[in-house]
């Protein structure tokens, strides 16, 4: 984040709110729902930019049309304490890894992974494990969604390695 300090009102999350729906919605759209000029509302969207409120904009797809077809979710436990540094390190050179948090109880780190098929998933999982500080590792294979409200769901997917295009 800039040092920048940024006041955040009401205008501005309905502003935030608005690109979160459909961040193709225009700045003169925006406005006239929220009594704003479109100037008003891109000089906003710029402040939040700058400040690193809004810190970017995603295209959501559907995982399996880019032929991501098998999704899991990887708890792993380390040996000793394995820094989040290292964690983070390794996960950079797995495409498979859409996201890697540090965890509260049992597990060191959380992995979600998406893969094209199972077999896919298990040579993932096997590097993962041949890394040395990786003590052990607990799948949760995703069997259906039940519920997706997130913004960034399916954001930053890339086509998998080796897809046909």
Same mark, same amino acid.
């Given at each position: 984040?800039?040092?920048?300090s940024?006041s955040?009102d +009401?205008?501005? #999350?309905?502003i935030?709110?608005?690109l979160v *729906?459909?961040a193709? @919605? ?7 729902a929220i009594?704003l000029s479109a100037?008003a509302v891109?000089?906003?969207?710029d402040r939040?930019?700058?400040?690193d409120?809004?810190?970017g ?11 991501w ?7 792993v436990?380390c040996?000793?304490a ?6 983070? +390190?390794?996960? #950079?050179?797995h495409?498979?890894i859409?996201? *890697?948090?540090t965890? @509260?109880?049992?597990a060191?780190a ?8 199972v077999?896919?998933?298990e040579n993932?999982?096997?590097?993962i494990r ?6 052990k590792?607990i ?8 519920l ?6 399916g ?5 998998p390695?080796g897809a046909?295009?």
């Open positions: 984040m800039t040092s920048k940024a955040f +009401e205008l501005d #999350r309905k935030v709110a608005a *729906a459909n193709r @919605t225009s700045f003169t759209e925006i406005g006239a009594g100037t891109k000089r906003r969207v939040m930019r700058e400040t409120i809004i810190t904009f995603t295209t959501t797809v559907r995982p399996a049309a880019l032929g077809r098998t999704e899991a979710y990887v708890e436990y040996d000793g394995a820094p989040p540094r290292r964690i983070a +390190e390794v996960v #950079r050179n495409p498979e859409m996201a *890697a948090m965890v @509260t109880g049992g060191d959380l992995l979600h992974v998406r893969a094209t098929d077999e896919h998933f993932v999982l096997e590097r041949a890394e040395p500080f990786v003590r590792t799948s949760y294979m995703v069997l259906s969604h039940l997706t409200n997130s913004p960034e769901a954001a930053g997917l890339a086509a390695p046909a295009e």
